[in-house]
């Protein structure tokens, strides 16, 4: 591993005695001390702390700070993952005393806002997808996956249907869905794309039997490209009694324009994180929201947010609810970005985001598809999928032209996935790009696309401004180092 000369860590700039905070002197007797903490649990030999003064601490993690990357920063067109711009206006909110400062077992009497604005928001998630229900309680979209299919399960359970063991999924769906099916006891089969990029009703029939429980479904799907037959495909799945679940992930693409409960689907989670602007990365903050049809409300995790004549308040009255999914009631601060988003938006701020997302996709599609492959040449939705260099006579790989990327102070797009397109780079711009933003990366993808001509070994062994350079990504998958 390659490294670039960096800030200074802290064990380096350890100078014995400096220290930036003194504890206060114990006013406890030793014998005293001995009585609260006995001599088996206490050190025996002084902690290895760094010795630092409070602007050495304050310097180092400024320096660390400046090794991240965000969308605040620049350009992040991670395909499927939606890095919208997110409004400060949302944070600002979210820490209003009132909700910045409640705590989820207060008696309902004191928290008749925080409850209000949970039935809001399911109610509003509802109208938005044409669900009947919802539950709050996912922590991000794999575990609303996993709510849905667990809700599927205890739906066949009753009806004694419980050899039907099956879901059906596309070959390019998110790799999310056929983990969450086989950890909630299901098996499943793959669906394979037509040459259109889409899922053909020949294509699913010889699938179709009674062991289906169902089909897990993206629309659009990670190729970007809206499966036109859905119609038709949610109404097979129904026809054979199988129930049909909507993965979220790119609502982005037709919010306030198309309602997966209009389609057909049974189950739909939402992204937070990704369609409703709360910032994610990194592992979070994340919210997956799970609604269903009316079928299948009883089901749904408990406790729900009721009104009655004497305000709102949590029911547990639920005999067939799969109980709960979560400690508490879900993330809270996201949904208020979320519902805070939504309403700031209104619906028809939300079909102009839909609109300019998908605008600027097939935009960037349009003059990428020069220089590189482009698997499925159609119009697009929010994100597209290019397949590598058109003209690659030196073997550049979709990996060198992400890391080349980063010397430009772009995130590169989703590589290698979805794993139907060789050498893919999934470009998703989203509504928040300006046209100066989006000509900018076109330019340095055309200039990439020359130095893989040029210069193609230099561009092999990119990054080069980078605090770290190219890794073993094979040897840190196998022989990962999890401690310094």
Known sequence: MNKKAGPVLLNQASVPGRRGYLPPVSDLQPTAEEELIPSSFRRTTPLNLPALSEMDVTRHFTQLSKRSFGVDQGFYPLGSCTMKYNPKLLEDLALLPGFRDLHPLQDESCIQGALRLIYEAEKTFATITGMDAYTLQPAAGAHGELTGLLIMKAALRDQGELARDIILIPDSAHGTNPASAALAGFKVQKIP?????????????????????????????????????????????????????????????????????????????????????????????????????????????????????????????????????????????????????????????????????????????????????????????????????????????????????????????????????????????????????????????????????????????????????????????RQPVLKW
Not at 231 to 242: E, P, R, V
Not at 269 to 277: G, Q, R, S, V
Not at 282 to 299: D, R
Request: overall charge negative; some cysteine; proline content about 8%.
């Open 193 to 477: 794309s037509s040459a259109a990029g889409i899922i053909e009703p020949d294509d699913l029939k010889p699938h179709l039997s009674p062991q289906v429980a169902g089909l897990m479904l993206t629309n659009p799907n990670t190729l970007g490209l809206f499966e036109e037959k859905i119609l038709t495909i949610t109404q097979m799945i129904h026809d054979i009694g199988g129930q049909v679940y909507y993965d979220g992930a790119n609502l982005n693409a037709i919010m306030g324009w198309a309602r997966p409960g209009d389609m057909g689907f049974d189950l739909v989670h939402l992204n937070l994180h990704k369609t409703f602007a709360t910032p994610h990365g990194g592992g979070g903050p994340g919210s997956g929201p799970l609604g269903v049809k009316a079928h299948l409300a009883p089901y749904l995790p408990v406790p729900r947010v009721v009104s009655s004549p004497a305000g709102f308040k949590w029911s547990y009255d639920a005999p067939r609810t799969i109980g709960k999914v979560k400690g508490f009631w879900g993330h809270f601060t996201v949904i208020i970005k979320a519902l805070a988003y939504i309403y700031s938006l209104g619906f028809d701020g939300m079909k102009q985001a839909s609109s300019d997302a998908v605008l600027a996709a097939n935009y960037l599609q349009t003059l990428l598809k020069e220089d590189y492959n482009l698997p499925y040449d159609r119009h697009c939705m929010h994100e597209f999928v290019l397949g590598g260099l058109k003209d690659n006579p030196a073997g550049v790989r979709t990996l060198d032209l992400a890391k080349g990327l980063l010397d430009y102070g772009v995130h590169p797009p989703t590589v290698y996935f979805p794993l139907i397109v060789a050498e893919a780079l999934m470009i998703e711009p989203t509504e928040s790009v300006t046209l100066d933003l989006l000509d900018s990366f076109v330019a340095i993808m055309k200039q990439l696309a020359d130095q893989a001509k040029t210069t193609p070994e230099k561009l092999k062994e990119a990054p080069y401004t980078t605090p770290v350079r190219r890794l073993n990504e094979t040897q840190a998958a």
